[in-house]
């Protein structure tokens, strides 16, 4: 059997459609989550293993790697999905609003890739998944793009560093799923800044993992899922 994979947040969304994708192929999974939800029942019946944990407290992430350590001593591939999509608003502390941005998706990861390293040997892959917006920056989610950028870094770092042994990309995606507040308006705008019809859903998410991780040849690379939203 296969060395379990670990999916950050992988409990709704995106991440659940990778955790489903690996349970339906027999391919063991640890699986990340912050709040208690109805999908936990299910997926610890079909033998996910399940640790809660908030990415903004250090000792939550310590004692998740100290939880992975005991339960496995190897892993076939770390997927980076948690993620907090968060916008600037009037009265966000603009510090307090970073430096989340930058808990979840960079203190975070960067901490789990350089404590769980050595249990991907001898072959395995880190997936960082970042966004379209790590090379353009955003005025309304300007913070969160910052830190997205900066996993994205993370991404060049650790190829170098992990180098034959271990892939490390990122997978950048544009608008995948839409969320249930997203109004008419939204998705007509949405509709006008891609060229392809935006939201295809979770699987094109799910193909591009398992593209990266059936490949012997990619590296420190971006995996753009945006539907040529760069050529409007
Ligand atoms: N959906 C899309 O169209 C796009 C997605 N992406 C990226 O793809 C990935 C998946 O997207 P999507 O499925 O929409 O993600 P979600 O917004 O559904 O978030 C994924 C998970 O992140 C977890 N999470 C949030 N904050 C924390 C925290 N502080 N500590 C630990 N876990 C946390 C949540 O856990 P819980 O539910 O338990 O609170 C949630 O289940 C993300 O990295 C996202 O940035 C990029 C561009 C577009
Ligand atoms: N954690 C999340 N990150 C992002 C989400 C989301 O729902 N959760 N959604 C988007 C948007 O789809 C954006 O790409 C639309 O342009 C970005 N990141």
Redesign the pocket.
């Known amino acids: 059997m296969s060395p379990p994979v670990l999916i950050?947040?992988?409990?709704?969304?995106?991440?659940l459609a990778l955790t489903e994708h690996f349970l339906n192929q027999s391919v063991p999974v640890i699986v990340?989550?912050?709040?208690p939800?109805s999908a936990l029942n299910t997926l610890a019946q079909r033998g996910a293993t399940l640790i809660q944990?908030?990415?903004?407290q250090k000792s939550q992430v310590e004692r998740l790697i100290l939880q992975i350590k005991s339960q496995t001593s190897g892993l076939r591939a770390i997927i980076?999905?948690?993620?907090?999509?968060a916008s600037e608003s009037v009265d966000d502390n603009d510090f307090e609003l970073i430096e989340?941005m930058m808990?979840?998706h960079v203190y975070?990861p960067y901490r789990i890739n350089m404590a769980l390293a050595e249990q991907l040997m001898p072959a395995g892959d880190i997936i960082h998944?970042?966004?379209?917006v790590q090379d353009t920056g955003s005025d309304k989610h300007t913070a969160y793009a910052a830190s997205?950028a900066a996993l994205h870094n993370l991404t060049l770092s650790f190829a170098k560093k992990l180098a034959p042994q271990v892939k490390v990309n990122s997978i950048?995606?544009?608008?995948?799923?839409f969320?249930e507040k997203d109004d008419l308006a939204y998705r007509r705008q949405a509709d006008a800044k891609h060229l392809l019809s935006p939201?295809p859903g979770?699987y094109e998410?799910v193909s591009a993992v398992d593209y990266l991780l059936n490949s012997d040849y990619i590296t420190g690379q971006t995996l753009h899922l945006s539907g040529g939203r760069h050529l409007r």
């Open positions: 950050t947040g992988g409990t709704q969304r995106i991440g990340t989550y912050r709040r939800k944990a908030d990415f903004t980076h999905n948690a993620s907090d999509w989340r808990q979840v975070a998944f970042t966004d379209y997205k950048a995606p544009s608008l995948l799923m969320n939201a979770a998410a």
